[in-house]
């Protein structure tokens, strides 16, 4: 699992390096209530169908309904492969939110 404040990065790894991933998933970018501390944060995932990936919370996948009911998932982006390259080559530094 990756460590918390990694997510961005971690979604463009993931949509990057594996092929089926990147021709059917798409980076969502928006909020979730942190399990620890209950806070709503900014955060990104990746959701292929009705399957989930954040590779903050588990190491493969989720049902996006049950990923939705657990973390209160609320979308605001969505982006492709293509898109999100785009988006990372136009930041002059890091990976952040888009």
Known sequence: ???????YEETFNIMMND???GKTGRIIHGTVKDPK???IIE???IEIGTMVID???SDGMIR???YYKVT???P????TDLQAINNVFKQKKGFCKW
């Open 76 to 79: 605001q982006k969505s982006y």
């Open 64 to 66: 996006k309904n049950q």
């Open 72 to 74: 209160s998932a609320k």
């Open 1 to 7: 699992m990756t460590k918390p404040g990694q997510c």
């Open 19 to 21: 092929n089926e991933v």
């Open 43 to 45: 955060h990104a995932w």
């Open 37 to 39: 501390t209950k806070k």
């Open 55 to 57: 590779p903050t919370i």
